[in-house]
């Protein structure tokens, strides 16, 4: 059963499956324009892999090769968490974020999954273009390294909040070709990220969500400057 949280929030829930996944009630129109006209500039001709259905790529912390588009990517989604009210702290985790463009052709699926090669607790997914449709399964009862039942089948227009530690799978069943930017959240529990989205209004000026119980060495006030 889905519900939807509305009240004095920044952003409000359009959708929400429990722990499992939550649509924004947000209007992510030009972030698609933008990320869209980035894909075509810097990344299409770039970093691609395949498996299975899909067309990946991936742009990660660390590579010298990547870092002018990772930087690009880590900046845009800083204004995206601010645009949407979030009030996690990005500075703790920004160096733990894993972008990756998944595209899929007409008539492809892949098949439910969980977050098994990528060490992520959690994913904001951004639709960009096609119909972004996802099904969501329960673990199977006699072996749970297996997908069971599905859950039910959600199409989504904007962003989501994603429990990929959960089985989920994809549907592209019509005659047109999806594609989403998938942000993996290495260190963001799914719990932490949606309390990031539940910080009532009179108090997101003062208040932070910290993933860590300890303040980052790193700074932006002394020190060799932040290049991110």
Same mark, same amino acid.
């Given at each position: 059963m889905s519900t939807a949280r509305k009240g004095p929030y920044g952003t409000p829930f359009k959708r929400r499956f429990g722990k499992r996944l939550v649509e924004l009630d947000? +209007? @992510?129109?030009?972030?698609?324009?933008? %990320? *869209? !006209?980035f894909f075509k500039k810097r990344i299409e001709n770039k970093y691609e892999s395949g498996i299975g259905g899909q067309r990946t790529y991936h742009i990660d912390y660390g590579d010298a090769d990547q870092m002018v588009d990772y =930087?690009?990517?880590?900046?845009?989604?800083?204004?995206? /968490?601010? +645009? !949407? *009210? @979030?009030?996690? +702290?990005? $500075?703790?985790?920004?160096?733990?974020?894993?972008?990756?463009?998944i595209r899929m052709d007409a008539q492809t699926d892949l098949p439910p999954h969980t977050a098994s090669f990528i060490r992520s607790m959690s994913s904001i997914n951004i639709p /960009? !273009?096609? &119909?972004? &449709? %996802?099904d969501l399964y329960e673990d199977h009862h006699e072996d749970p390294q297996t997908f069971g039942n599905i859950i039910t089948c959600h199409h989504y227009t904007s962003p989501i909040?994603?429990?990929? *530690?959960?089985?989920?799978?994809? &549907? $592209? *069943?019509?005659?047109?070709? &999806?594609? =989403?930017?998938?942000?993996? /959240?290495?260190a963001v529990s799914m719990e932490k990220l949606i309390k990031g989205f539940q910080v009532p209004q009179g108090v997101q000026e003062t208040y932070e969500v910290k993933i860590f119980d300890h303040e980052m060495p790193?700074?932006?006030t002394r020190g060799s400057k932040q290049r991110i």
């Open positions: 947000f +209007d @992510c129109t030009g972030y698609q324009k933008k %990320i *869209n !006209t =930087i690009w990517l880590s900046k845009m989604f800083g204004e995206f /968490l601010k +645009d !949407t *009210n @979030c009030m996690l +702290d990005l $500075n703790e985790f920004k160096h733990l974020l894993k972008f990756t463009f /960009l !273009t096609g &119909r972004t &449709r %996802i909040l994603l429990n990929v *530690n959960q089985f989920h799978g994809v &549907r $592209n *069943n019509v005659q047109e070709e &999806r594609m =989403i930017l998938k942000v993996h /959240l290495g790193w700074s932006n």
